[in-house]
């Protein structure tokens, strides 16, 4: 390049150097303001004590990474600020690099409490419409784009997470120099507005969540390759969270996805197909799986799908045996089936929806009650437990009882993909005919979002119905209660 020369010792010659402007802007949304507006409203009514805090105007406060300006409540201020540290830290790991400057915030409660003047034009604009914008600088070397240099001031309101989304683009600018495409940036600043330690589950603004649900899915293709602009709508970064979310925590793609991440910040020639090319087929099923099963709680590395398992035809007398976890999605039971065939099934074992739940059967049955605070023996009831509403519930098709054992198929085309039958019931002895032709999956009914705390495993045998010996009814599942009686009686 012709403006390259070798560094000489004249370190003032700073030729190499050109200068990089971003502005990376956080949306509005006239819904989510006027519902914080008035919650704000209500607050400021029963504090007179933080109003009259206020009046004194911004104020300054500082933690390890951050410096902030604000006229939130003395408070208030701190509070935000450690969950800022928080979050720092948590991306930091994730991404693997501290980081390298200390963050400038502006949180702006009031803007009438703030001098003219006292912030950018910009900011105030961003503010002013109830949102938030990260302004950053970075010198790089005009050689390699090399990063050596960088500023990121935030400007946010105080309202939700807007401060921490922002956080997150300040954060990548300093230490990467930018923030990759926005499909990815915005995403991942959504995330940083949810990270919580040791905890993957979905936790979303009940709104992001509703509209989430209640849309038609956006197409993956469209979130990655569609035109996107940075501060376009909250339900435009609604689907970037969903994707990076997902992206972040099924286990299938989350090694990946950060090396994409860091290879986008550093500005190397990666593109989202070219990672993951040839998985895009399972990455769209999963996406899709993932929307349709939303909810607060939903786990997606749980209900992750497991691609390595090899499938194949049942054949004679030989049966397919398998474990199945509750606590887990749809499990590859490795047989395929055929549309309009008959299947025996014989299922061993017992399992539990909740930590002081009842031992159950395949067939939701319960055989052993949960243990008393008295420690007294209880009568062993076979009931099964209400059924439960869930988007699984199928036509013509008795509701399952919570805890029975569902068979799916996994049908594919090469043309259009991955899709799923409906769901049909399995349970502990019996027969089923495969609705479609595919890949058989299994697994225990519970609520989508509430399978993180089941436990125990079935043992499934299946096998083609009328070939060979059938397979046996198992053997009843006895339990007791341990008599565990208090000594003080
Ligand atoms: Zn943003």
């Known amino acids: 390049m012709s403006h390259f020369r070798p560094m000489s010792c004249n ?12 502005a990376v802007v956080t949306f509005s949304s006239a819904t989510l303001t006027n519902a914080a507006e008035e919650k704000t409203k209500r607050r400021r009514k029963s504090r007179k004590a933080a109003a009259a805090e206020q009046a004194a105007g911004p104020r300054n406060y500082r933690s390890k990474n951050f410096i902030m300006h604000t006229d939130l409540p003395k408070k208030e201020a701190q509070d935000l600020l450690k969950r800022m540290e928080t979050m720092l830290r948590l991306i930091s790991r994730y991404w693997g690099a501290p980081c390298r400057k200390t963050i400038e915030c ?51 309101v105080a309202k939700r997470g807007v401060p921490l ?134 786990r997606s590395d749980l209900i992750s799908f497991d691609w390595k398992r090899k499938f194949r ?52 049955t319960v055989i052993l009650p949960p243990p008393t605070p008295d420690g007294n023996d209880k009568v062993i009831v076979s009931a099964k437990p209400a059924p439960e509403k869930s988007a699984d519930a199928n036509d013509g098709n008795e509701a399952p009882a919570a805890g029975q054992l569902l068979g799916i198929v996994l049908v594919y085309d090469e043309d259009t993909g991955y899709r799923l039958s409906k769901p049909f019931n399995l349970g502990r002895y019996g027969t089923f005919t495969a609705p479609a032709t595919g890949n058989l999956y299994l697994r225990c009914h519970d609520k989508w979002n509430e399978i993180a705390d089941n436990s125990g495993t079935v043992s499934a045998s299946i096998k ?15 339990l007791r209660t341990n008599k565990v009686r208090s000594t003080n009686k």
């Open 165 to 298: 989304h922002e956080a997150v683009h300040a954060y990548c600018a300093l230490t990467f120099g930018r923030t990759g495409p926005t499909w990815y940036s915005e995403g991942m600043a959504e995330m940083g507005n949810y990270w919580r330690q040791n905890d993957s589950s979905v936790k979303l603004e009940p709104i992001v969540l509703q509209y989430l649900q209640n849309s038609e899915t956006k197409k993956l293709e469209e979130i990655v390759y569609g035109a996107q602009i940075s501060g376009d709508s909250w339900r435009e970064y609604a689907w970037r969270w969903a994707l990076c979310h997902l992206l972040a925590n099924n286990p299938n793609y989350a090694k990946r996805f950060r090396p994409l991440g860091l290879a986008l910040l550093n500005k190397q020639n990666v593109d989202f197909k070219q990672v993951y090319g040839a998985m895009f087929q399972e990455i769209v099923f999963e996406y899709e799986f993932f929307i349709q099963h939303l909810d607060q709680g939903l």
């Open 11 to 22: 370190r003032s010659r700073r030729q190499l150097i050109v200068l990089l402007f971003m």
């Open 106 to 156: 502006y949180v702006v409660k009031d803007l009438q409490k703030w001098p003219p003047g006292s912030l950018h034009p910009r900011g105030v604009q961003s503010i002013a419409a109830g949102g938030g914008v990260t302004l950053s600088q970075s010198q790089a070397l005009l050689s390699n784009q090399q990063i050596i240099d960088a500023d990121a001031v935030v400007y946010a």
């Open 313 to 364: 035809k049942s054949r004679g007398n030989s049966r397919v045996r398998v474990k199945i976890s509750a606590g887990r999605g749809w499990q590859p039971s490795g047989l395929m089936v055929d549309a309009e065939i008959e299947y025996q099934f014989s299922v061993e074992g017992h399992w539990k929806l909740a930590k002081k739940g009842p031992e159950l059967d395949a067939d939701g």
């Open 464 to 478: 083609e119905q009328g070939m060979g010996a059938p397979l046996k009814e198992p053997n009843a599942e006895v």
